[in-house]
C-alpha cells in the first residue's frame, strides 16, 4: 500500500504562483512512477504532468506546458508541482497518484494509488 498526502492548494490570483507537494509513505517510492491529475467541477479528471521514477521522464498536458513544472525527491518522498502563471480556468482539485511503473504514464487507469486532493481556486 502506498499513502499519498497533498497539500500547498490554496486561493490566489490570476497570473499567480502554487507549489503542491506530495507526500507518499508506505512501499518505496522509487518504484513508482508518480502523477497529478486535476478535477473541475462538471468536468472528468484530467491529467496535468507525470514524472518517471527517476525524474529523468516527464509529461505535461498541452494546457500546463511552460506554466507547471513536476519534479521529485525520492530522498524526502515527496513529489512537486511548482504551477506558475496561474489562470481561472486551472481551477480544480488535484490529485496526486503513483503507478507502479518504470515508464512515465498519464493514462489515470494505470494509476493504483490516490491522494485525497487539494483544491486550488484562482480568481480573475
Known amino acids: 500500500q502506498v499513502q499519498l498526502v497533498e497539500t500547498g492548494g490554496g486561493l490566489v490570483q490570476a497570473g499567480g504562483s502554487l507549489r503542491l507537494s506530495c507526500v507518499a509513505s508506505?512501499?518505496?517510492?522509487?518504484?513508482?512512477?508518480m502523477g497529478w491529475f486535476r478535477q473541475a467541477p462538471g468536468k472528468e479528471r484530467e491529467p496535468v504532468a507525470a514524472?518517471?521514477?527517476?525524474?529523468?521522464?516527464?509529461y505535461y498536458a498541452d494546457s500546463v506546458k511552460g506554466r507547471f513544472t513536476i519534479s521529485r525527491d525520492n530522498a524526502k518522498n515527496t513529489v512537486y508541482l511548482q504551477m506558475n502563471s496561474l489562470k481561472p480556468e486551472d481551477m480544480a482539485s488535484y490529485y496526486c497518484?503513483?503507478?507502479?511503473?518504470?515508464?512515465?504514464?498519464?493514462?489515470?487507469?494505470?494509476?493504483?494509488?490516490w491522494g485525497q486532493g487539494t483544491q486550488v481556486t484562482v480568481s480573475s
Open positions: 508506505g512501499r518505496t517510492f522509487t518504484n513508482y512512477c
Open positions: 497518484a503513483a503507478a507502479e511503473t518504470v515508464v512515465v504514464t498519464y493514462t489515470a487507469q494505470k494509476y493504483g494509488y
Open positions: 514524472i518517471s521514477w527517476s525524474g529523468g521522464s516527464t
